[in-house]
């Protein structure tokens, strides 16, 4: 069976590291804060200014001022700080950010991302995403494996206009975990109960296959 969007951010939240600075985007991503492993120091960013945001509040705890740069109600842990947006960019820019999370409509074997534009049709826009893979190094894309029409999202080369170019190395979507490197993407794990064939079926671009590809693992 395909991940759940919340299997999928706990699979994302595998790759946090004590003392990291780590920035998700909207969407799948954001579910990520509430899977961070007890015990682990991670100080989450949003672009529109918060370092230290916590966990979505339970029902009854949201306050109306307290967003993230999708506008959803989110929470600040202790010792967080809030700013203006230019010295959030600033951060990002600098290259101050340890992981990027984020979503995308496409993503292709040599690493060029498209996020956020798709001609026609009303999207939420571009966002912090620009700034963001130009300014991290480590950055994780999260998204179905295919379309809703059974589509690809993983090509030989984008077709949408792009957010970045060479810039994604790791790629999770509802099949699998796979990573980018010399033109073509690695299969790594798959999600439970899902095949082999099945992914090969639905990636468009060149796909390597290892001799064993171990299933992901849940509690």
Known sequence: ??????QMAQRVAREMQDGFYVNLGIGIPTLVAN???????????????????????????????????GKQTVT?????????????FAMIRGGHIDLTVLGAFEVDVHGNIASWMIPGKLVKGMGGAMDLVAGADNIIV????????GESKLL????????????????LTD?????????????????????????VS???GKLIVPDHVPEMQFA
């Open 156 to 171: 030989s080369r984008c077709s949408l206009p792009l957010t970045g170019a060479g810039c994604i190395k790791r790629v």
């Open 76 to 88: 600040a842990r202790t010792g967080a700080s809030i700013f203006s947006s230019a010295e959030s």
């Open 142 to 149: 999260t998204m179905t494996h295919a379309s809703k029409d």
């Open 35 to 69: 899977y961070i492993p007890d015990g682990m120091e991670v100080m989450l960013q949003s672009e529109n200014g918060l370092l230290g945001m916590g966990a979505f509040p339970r029902k009854g705890e949201a306050d109306a001022d307290m967003i993230n740069a």
């Open 202 to 204: 639905k990636t468009a």
């Open 1 to 6: 069976m395909a991940l759940t969007r919340e």
């Open 175 to 199: 099949l699998a975990y796979l990573e980018i490197e010399d033109g073509a993407f690695i299969l790594k794990e798959r999600a439970p109960g899902v095949s082999v064939e099945e992914i």
